[in-house]
């Protein structure tokens, strides 16, 4: 009898446990709005993620001024995959361009961006903690039909801890991009490695990000999709 109560009990801690590790991840898709996956050369980019997940990104648009174009893979009602790369029509600028797309040998998975519409007394709170996130700036680009796109977002060009700490975007009244992006796929969790776990994980918690940490030897990000060729792991050295 005894023995059967602690099977029991057993079988429940387990099923509990199951339960919030899933919940958990359900919370951090929740916060993401999408997914960065930077390419030198953004055919090149597009064909890779093609290939894995058998859906071929929508042309996204220019960043003017910024030097780059992408092209996008929904994950979802409101988050989507980002494929970004030099824009052979804008002129190569003095700055290096964004996600360290100029020392790309290949295409991989760079970082990730949170939602927030309060993004002000989000950089406040966190200043206050000792994480800078930057300055809130806006940014614009039009898509293939024309319709122009406007967000506000913390200042990308701020990486902490290899872009494990995301920066964040509102997008106001702007469409959100994954509506009109390739469908097919889905965000089924998200999560990251990081060589003290303890550090990264009071960072988030002080962002009010719920992002799994794992131990590694590395600092990564690891993303699980749903897609027509099954469910695929994107690893950030992919």
Known sequence: MMRD???AGLFVTLL???SARGQRATDVV???????????????????IEGLLGIRATEGGQHPGLGTRNALVALGPSVYLEIIGP????PRSARPLRFGIDELKEPRLVGWVAK??????????ARAAGIGLGVVVSGSRKRPDCVELAWRYT???VVLEHRLIPYFI???TSPHPAATSARGATLVALGAEHPDRSRLEGMLKTLGLDLPVEPGSR???VATIDSPKGRIVLRGAQ
Not at 87 to 90: C, G
Not at 116 to 125: D, F, G, I, K
């Open 87 to 90: 824009d052979p029509a804008q």
């Open 5 to 7: 109560l602690l099977v």
């Open 155 to 157: 200042d990308p060009n």
């Open 219 to 221: 600092a990564l990000l």
């Open 116 to 125: 927030s519409n309060r993004l002000e007394p989000l950089v406040a709170a």
């Open 170 to 172: 509102d997008w106001g």
């Open 16 to 18: 509990l446990a199951a």
């Open 30 to 48: 929740a916060q993401v709005d999408h997914l960065v996956y930077a390419a030198p050369d953004l055919d090149q980019g597009i064909r890779s």
